[in-house]
């Protein structure tokens, strides 16, 4: 049994800076940044969300803009494998995660565990 939920809503911007994406975003969206650049390598910044909600963050990107959803897991291969078995594809691994694309062509990411506590938003899977 494992078990997972959204974890992030993940903007990808084609662009060379993220400060100014983030001020756009922070301002459209009503949250504060939290981080301009979230690991030192100014590939992401994140806006503030509740510990109930998902992250709410900015990818510095080569392709187009665009919006992916992070699917976070406690379980990595059983979660993959699951997807899998819904008609999903692997693409790359990446770091610690890996990029895949739905049957629809929608890419997404599943992603090991973002926070300590889970929440009450959370699938249980066999």
């Known amino acids: ?16 800076d993220l400060k100014d994406a983030a001020e756009f975003w922070s301002k459209a969206l009503g949250r504060p940044v939290q981080a301009f650049d979230q690991d030192g390598d100014g590939k992401y910044a994140e806006l503030a969300t509740d510990a109930d909600e998902p992250f709410l963050l900015l990818q ?4 187009e803009a665009r919006i992916h959803l992070d699917i976070e897991t406690d379980d990595l291969d059983a979660e993959v494998a699951r997807l899998e078995t819904l008609g999903a594809t692997r693409i790359a691994f990446v770091k610690r995660w890996w990029v895949m694309q739905a049957p629809t062509g929608h890419r997404f990411c599943v992603v090991r565990k973002q926070r300590t506590e889970f929440g009450p938003h959370l699938n249980q899977w066999d």
Request: net charge negative.
């Open 1 to 16: 049994m494992h078990h997972s939920r959204i974890s992030a809503y993940v903007l990808d911007c084609q662009v060379d």
């Open 60 to 63: 510095r990107v080569d392709h």
